[in-house]
């Protein structure tokens, strides 16, 4: 019986390497974007605001808006044009001070896979768009919790609304306002 098992050992090990993961201290090595890569735009650094409209729980289902006694609070966002590594589409950046510093920002389960990211004061994003409107996912590589930008880029201004969603539901919101502080292109 043995024996006929043995001739399986080598394709067992050939289809579960498939499955293995890469070592988590794997080194990272960066790669700078494309010279026509349109996520250039938003590289440089912004002095971003922003501001909290609403407070939920990830679990309240009230469609009512409840306003924070909170004002605009600011900070400086650095986007560069460098992606984590040459296997991902994550772009390096730094936020000061963190988001959750900026805007309390609601519970949730917080599953990595992949760099960390800005949400965790880490240094990676994802920058989609369409057209003139832009995402900024602060939570890439994030399960259960999402925290982005979106909005509108009018020149040296990208203007429009935040949002942090726990297990599916929307938890916390409120606009934004980033403005171009120097050019990094």
Sequence with gaps: MMRNCA??????LLFSSGCAHPPRDEQAVPAPLKPRDSRRALVGTWQLSVEADTMRGARDTSTAIQTDR???KIGTFRITDTLITRSRQEIRAVLTPGFDELVPLAGGSWALNGPPPVALGGTAIALNHRKRIWEIDLSPNLFDVSLSLNGELWGDSLVGTWSQ????????SGRFVMRRTSDSR
């Design 7 to 12: 001739g399986f050992l080598p394709l067992l």
């Design 70 to 72: 909170l004002t605009w």
């Design 165 to 172: 969603y726990v297990m599916g539901s929307l938890a916390r």
